[in-house]
C-alpha cells in the first residue's frame, strides 16, 4: 500500500461520494496542506477502505470521491478480545495503545475485586480515540472496539459462546507459547489479563468453576500493560504464522 494520507471516514455513498468528519476534513486541509486532486486512503473502521480524490475542501468540510475499494489484505482468522483488570491512568491507555497497534479486535476494562479504578464515559472516549489514532498509525482498516467495563462473572457468561482464556501466575497455569504453539487457536477468543494484584481466590475458584485454562508468561511478574500488549502479540503472530 502506498503512503498516501489515511483518514477515518464514512463509507461512500450510492454515488462514490464520502462524507469526510471535520476533524479529519481540519487535518487534511490544515496539517497536511491538502488540495483538491489529491488523493489519500480512507477506512472505515469495519475492514473497508478506499482509494480517494479530493473534490473540493474547505475548513471544516471537504468533497470527495471513492476512486476504487481497497481489499482488507490481514483480516484476522482469529478475532481476539483483551480483557484487561482496569489500572490507573497513562498505563492503561498506553495498554489501549498498543493492542490497537497490534491488531486485537476488541478491549474490555475488566473490573475485578483487585482492581483499584472503574473506568467512567469520558475515560472510555478517550480510549476510543486513542484507538482511533493507533489505527491510522499502524493502517489498519478495522477499528479496535472499547467495550463497557465488566464485572469477571459477566464476562464469564459468555462462555459456551466463545473461548476464554486467563494469564495468572500461579502454579496451575501452563505456558502461552507453548499453548499458541502447539495447539489450534479458536475463531473467536477471549484473553483474560488480571490487576496489578493478580486475582482474588474467590476469582480463582470462579475461573476454574467455569473451565477457563489459565496460562502464564514465564515466572515473573509484569505490569498489566505489558502482559496484555505482548500476550496479543505472541497470539497474532501465531495466527499470521499460519495463515
Not at 62 to 87: C, D, F, H, Q, Y
Not at 108 to 134: C, D, M, N, Y
Not at 158 to 166: F, G, L, M, P, V
Request: hydrophobic residues 45%; contains cysteine.
Amino acid at each position: 500500500m502506498s503512503r498516501l494520507p489515511f483518514i477515518f471516514t464514512h463509507p461512500p455513498n450510492a454515488d462514490g461520494m464520502l462524507t469526510i468528519p471535520a476533524d479529519e476534513a481540519r487535518h487534511l486541509a490544515l496539517v497536511l496542506r491538502a488540495k483538491p486532486g489529491a488523493r489519500f486512503i480512507a477506512f472505515d473502521g469495519c475492514g473497508n477502505g478506499w482509494t480517494v480524490e479530493i473534490i473540493d475542501l474547505k475548513r471544516d468540510t471537504i468533497s470527495a470521491r471513492a476512486l476504487n475499494a481497497i481489499e482488507n489484505s490481514e483480516p484476522e482468522k482469529t478475532k481476539l478480545t483483551v480483557a484487561v483488570g482496569a489500572v490507573k491512568g497513562a498505563r492503561m491507555d498506553w495498554a489501549v495503545e498498543k493492542c490497537a497497534e497490534i491488531g486485537v479486535a476488541a478491549f474490555t476494562p475488566l473490573l475485578t475485586e483487585f482492581g483499584v479504578v472503574e473506568p467512567g464515559k469520558s475515560k472510555l472516549e478517550r480510549w476510543r480515540s486513542i484507538a482511533l489514532a493507533a489505527a491510522k498509525q499502524s493502517r489498519r482498516f478495522q477499528l479496535m472496539a472499547i467495550n463497557n467495563p465488566v464485572q469477571l462473572h459477566e464476562l464469564l457468561s459468555t462462555k459456551n459462546e466463545i473461548s476464554i482464556w486467563a494469564l495468572d501466575l500461579n502454579e496451575y497455569g501452563g505456558s502461552l507459547v507453548k499453548r499458541i504453539m502447539y495447539f489450534h487457536l479458536p475463531e473467536s477468543l477471549i484473553l483474560i489479563i488480571g490487576p496489578e494484584g493478580g486475582f482474588s481466590e474467590s476469582e480463582r475458584h470462579l475461573l476454574r468453576d467455569r473451565s477457563i485454562p489459565t496460562f502464564n508468561l514465564g515466572r515473573h511478574p509484569l505490569r498489566t500493560e505489558t502482559a496484555a500488549a505482548l500476550s496479543a502479540a505472541l497470539i497474532l503472530n501465531a495466527i499470521h504464522s499460519h495463515s
